[in-house]
Antibody, heavy 114, light 107 residues
């Protein structure tokens, strides 16, 4: 059974940083592209970033480019999202997903507020 | 960036009726890399369709996807009570984007 469990969310001040993690199990993690998607309160789904199976290729939404970094540790079956220079508009529930959305975790909430 | 425009914004229908949802891309999608998701409050999105027309594992056959290039459609042949939700389209392949969503509500 595919399982994705996000952690690391919380309350952070504007300009601060957070690192999200996503622990994966039930599939060959290193073979799959992995993705972060967020949903702000009352808004729709927004693709944030994706990373290839080996980690060599990454893609970012324009809204986070230069501030967020996606990475993975295939030895630990874990996906990461380093978020720097956080803004109020980054407040959202952050989901990790296998491939571009075949399976999803329940998400970890991030609130950026002073 | 490829922009996806979903229409209508809201669809008000009764159980048993047919739902037709549209997703239009700002440029042609290579390999028809277009997916559809169902989203309910408090739950993670659920993949319904990928590759524009391939049903995901376990998805009932009342859900079907069609289209190519820039115009795509999700059809729910006969709405069940559990189908009332928000539906999103997504283009993928390298970068990705989601459409703004269509709410299917009970009339």
């Amino acid at each position: 059974e595919v399982q994705l469990l996000e952690s690391g969310g919380g309350l952070v001040q504007p300009g601060g940083s957070l690192r999200l993690s996503c622990a994966a199990s039930g599939f060959t993690f290193s073979s799959d592209t992995m993705t972060w998607v967020r949903q702000a309160p009352g808004k729709g789904l927004e693709w944030v970033s994706s990373i290839s199976g080996g980690g060599a290729t990454t893609y970012y939404a324009d809204s986070v480019k230069g501030r967020f970094t996606i990475s993975r540790d295939n030895s630990r079956n874990t996906l990461y999202l380093q978020m720097n220079s956080l803004r109020a508009e980054d407040t959202a529930l952050y989901h990790c997903a296998r491939q571009y959305g075949a399976y999803w975790g329940q998400g970890t909430p991030v609130t950026v507020s002073s | 960036e490829i922009v996806l425009t979903q229409s209508p914004g809201t669809l008000s229908l009764s159980p048993g009726e047919r739902a037709t949802l549209s997703c239009r891309a700002s440029q042609s999608l290579s390999n028809n890399f277009l997916a559809w998701y169902q989203k309910k409050p408090g739950l993670a999105p659920r993949l319904l369709i990928y590759g524009a027309s391939i049903r995901a594992t376990g998805i009932p056959d009342r859900f079907s996807g069609s289209g190519s290039g820039t115009d795509f459609t999700l059809t729910i042949s006969r709405l069940e009570p559990e189908d009332f939700a928000v539906y999103y389209c997504q283009q993928y392949g390298s970068s990705s984007t989601f459409g703004g969503g269509t709410t299917v509500e009970i009339k």
